[in-house]
């Protein structure tokens, strides 16, 4: 046996089971066969049995409650030629997909000649680019004084003394509900001594 073939290696070697027999085989039949005479792994058998149903290199028909398995020369002729047509209509595609694009590479050149012009203009075209980038850096720097964050921020600290004020009323209540003073409740309710209004 000769284990570590590859994907391809294996689904040859299966093929030429089909070939040399030209006979029908169920599942069992095959993992029997493969390993032996072929030196497929027998782990690997069913999977490359598939692949080989799944790309019609191979026929199944399922019988009641067995599968069969077969493939015939004739067949397999058949198919190359079938590929052979689909790989020579993709070539052909892809030959029209090469002539337009150099076309359009063409005309594109058209009004790109490298002229004293044109190359001044490129570098006057990086120069802006690099000038507008160290603008947008220098612009960063003052984003804090930017009218939207500065609303944003004034909304931030109106919340803030929103809830402030709410701790404060708590605190009122408690204090007229259970005559507890300051420290208590702050101690209670985790409030630092420190706490007031943000200015």
């Not at 594109?108 to 001044?120: L, Y």
Request: hydrophobic fraction near 35%; aromatic fraction near 8%.
């Amino acid at each position: 046996m000769c284990f570590g073939l590859s994907l391809e290696e294996k689904r040859t070697r299966m093929m030429e089971i089909f070939f040399e027999s030209k006979d029908v085989f169920q599942l069992k039949d095959i993992e029997k066969i493969a390993p032996k005479s072929k030196g497929i792994a027998p782990m690997t058998v069913k999977e490359v049995l598939q692949s080989l149903v799944d790309d019609n290199m191979v026929d199944c028909e399922r019988i009641g409650t067995s599968n069969y398995y077969w493939a015939f020369p004739s067949k397999a002729l058949h198919a190359r030629k079938h590929k052979l047509e689909e790989l020579k209509k993709q070539a052909s595609d892809a030959k029209q997909r090469k002539v337009s694009v150099e076309k359009t590479v063409e005309k594109s050149k058209v009004g790109r000649e490298g002229t004293k012009e044109r190359s001044s203009l490129l570098k006057q075209l990086q120069s802006l680019r690099e000038e507008r980038t160290n603008l947008q850096a220098e612009l960063e720097k003052y984003r804090e004084c930017d009218p939207d964050v500065i609303k944003s921020n004034v909304v931030a600290k109106e919340a803030v003394s929103r809830w402030t004020d709410n701790v404060f009323a708590i605190k009122s209540w408690t204090k007229k509900k259970f005559s507890f003073d300051d420290s208590r409740i702050n101690k209670a309710f985790g409030i630092p001594e420190d706490f007031d209004y943000m200015d």
